[in-house]
């Protein structure tokens, strides 16, 4: 396995690093002004300026929809390791990735559309998504059961002459909050009867379709995270045509798992980056500060800790990097553990840098002033979001103790 950058990736992560330097660190504070006033003024859910301002520059360079593989409307996307060390960049400021048009949920909803959708579902809906002029939210998670478990899921899609109609509860529907969401991919059942995994399906219904009531946005540790949120959505006899049907009946769960193995690794990939940054802001940190006669940099346990996240960091790299070879050349279904094993280290290894960093900066770590303690709520979330640690873990052990029954057999 050789993992060392292609000469196009060096240049498009040189490209995507100057963008950085210039364009998206000295907007941070922008944005999170343009954040606050919108609030103050009482709308909070309304698109921030400067993120528009910077997708045309991002776009003239090349930096778009990279995250897209063996597509003809993206022709310029990468594959699955060479995209890992770009969105691990992007990782670095959490609303960055947007300004690619790579962010969550937009581009696991593309690639369910790119891979399972019709010409004319690609043509109405996957055109404007790669375009950027419109946004999406992906529900499948449910209140009212364990959604860890995806085949616990009672949302109904019941099918009625040319139509489909849908009822039913989700939450933590990310990016439904921004106005621009136009589209909900809905994942719920069509027969409850038939066998386990044949039971869901996933349909395409339109943001503004009558029936949606979007009750209230979700705050992870106090933030809405607007204008993208993470909104709870009752779908009451929302009608919408049996065409707007993903694949067909029954082919629900197969397409979650196929959707969910790029999202993944993407997420992996962006908490790297952030796990680099807190590093970062660590370091600087504890060499600007005395405390007790010395500076921080000076006293062990800081060095024990630095340590300790430089091999962290580089050990979940490594992690990814395999897991994103194994799902270019061997496919997502046979890189199963490998994409277990990857969704529970990154979030867990950055959760544990920030929160180092956080402690280096003291009060100010739980401030705004410094991203760590908005880093540390969106990381946390990972160890839930698309699977939690337990479902990943319990893969992970599964398949071990597969192949090692499959060896005392032999």
């Keep these: 396995m050789d993992f060392s950058y292609s000469a196009k990736v060096k240049a498009l992560r040189g490209e995507l690093l100057r963008f950085f330097d210039e364009s998206i660190y000295p907007n941070e504070p922008v944005y999170l002004q343009e954040i606050r006033q919108n609030r103050a003024a009482g709308n909070a859910w309304q698109p921030t300026r400067i993120i528009e301002q910077l997708k045309p520059a991002a776009r003239e360079l090349g930096l778009w929809n990279l995250f897209l593989p063996q597509s003809a ?4 996307g990468l594959s699955n390791l060479e995209y890992a060390p770009l969105c691990e960049v992007m990782g670095r400021v959490p609303w960055s990735a947007e300004v690619f048009n790579c962010s969550a949920p937009d581009s696991g909803n593309m690639e369910t559309l790119e891979r399972y959708g019709s010409e004319a579902i690609k043509d109405r809906w996957l055109e404007p998504l790669l375009a950027g002029t419109i946004r999406s939210a992906f529900l499948m998670t449910e209140p009212a059961v364990a959604s860890s478990d995806a085949t616990n899921i009672q949302c109904s899609i019941r099918r009625d002459g040319d139509a489909y109609v849908i009822n039913g509860r989700k939450w933590w529907s990310s990016g439904a909050g ?8 809905v994942m719920g059942k069509t027969d409850p009867d038939a066998a386990t995994h044949k039971q869901q ?7 503004d379709a009558a029936g949606i009531e979007v009750i209230r946005p979700l ?20 009608r919408v045509p049996a065409g707007n049907l993903l694949l067909g009946e029954g082919r629900g769960f197969e397409i979650a798992q196929g959707r969910l193995g790029p999202g993944r690794i993407h997420h992996c990939m962006r908490t790297i980056g952030a796990a680099e940054r807190a590093l970062e802001l660590l370091c600087q ?3 600007s500060r005395e405390a007790f006669g010395k500076r921080l940099s000076e006293q062990s346990i800081w060095l024990e800790r630095i340590a300790q996240s430089r091999c962290m960091i580089d050990q979940a790299r490594l992690l990814t990097l395999n897991a994103a ?8 279904k046979v890189a199963r553990a490998e994409i277990a094993m990857i969704k529970t280290v990154a979030p867990g290894m950055a959760c544990q840098i920030i929160d180092w960093a956080i402690q ?5 770590g739980v401030s705004d002033d410094f991203p ?28 071990e103790l597969a192949r090692h029954k499959t060896q005392a057999s032999a």
């Design 178 to 185: 921004d106005p621009r969401c136009a589209l909900y991919i």
């Design 73 to 76: 409307r993206a022709p310029q």
């Design 372 to 399: 760590l303690a908005a880093m540390y709520a969106g990381i946390r979330t990972l160890r839930l979001a698309d699977g939690p640690d337990e479902v990943h873990n319990a893969t992970i052990a599964k398949l």
């Design 360 to 364: 280096a900066h003291g009060g100010a």
């Design 219 to 238: 705050r992870v540790f106090g933030y809405d995270d607007a204008p993208h949120g993470h909104m709870e959505i009752v779908l009451r006899d929302v």
């Design 285 to 287: 940190r504890v060499l």
């Design 325 to 332: 070879y194994m799902m270019d050349t061997v496919g997502n």
């Design 201 to 207: 399906s996933m349909i395409l219904v339109p943001a």
